[in-house]
């Protein structure tokens, strides 16, 4: 069965930067599993792997514009400390969920505090980032009906709902 729209595809895969350093592995847990044509992942790993079937191996070359997207400096700005409310000891590396003023949720990461400014950086960790992936694909399936209607895997591989 070869990788279409709507089928779920189980791949193990390792994401190396471009300086050959591994940042993301799925070996020695369970595959990753998505569901082909729902954005589940970046677009250029999606658009490489259509049309494959399960036991191709491939590498992926993917720019940021199909990767994690291109920096954008105007994601970084600088925020009073007390904006962290109730975090005491607020630390570069730490991650947050801010809102931007359209409403939209993004993670934004400190990078640097001086004095009682806090700079934040909202663009992706790999955003500017060329990124290899390495992949073999291990399954292509059907989705259920009830996969699709979420928009993710259920079972191994997939997405678990806590209850």
Do not use: C
């Amino acid at each position: 069965m070869l990788i279409a729209q709507d089928k779920v595809v189980l791949i193990h895969y390792t994401l190396t930067n471009e300086e050959g350093q591994v940042l993301d592995s799925s070996s020695g847990g369970d595959p990753l599993a998505y569901i082909h044509g729902q954005g589940n992942i970046i677009p250029g790993l999606e658009k490489a792997l259509e049309g494959r079937q399960a036991g191709d191996k491939l590498n992926v070359r993917v720019e940021p514009s199909e990767g994690y997207g291109v920096r954008d400096d105007s994601l970084i700005q600088q925020v009073p400390r007390r904006a962290f409310g109730g975090v005491k000891d607020v630390q570069p590396g730490m991650q947050f969920h801010a809102q931007s003023s359209q409403g939209q949720t993004r993670v934004v990461t400190v990078t640097r505090i001086q004095g009682d400014m806090v700079t934040v950086d909202g663009n992706h960790p790999l955003a500017g980032e060329v990124l290899t992936f390495d992949v073999e694909v291990t399954e292509v399936r059907d989705a259920t009906g009830e996969e699709l209607e979420h928009g993710h895997v259920h079972g191994p591989g997939g997405h678990h709902h806590h209850g």
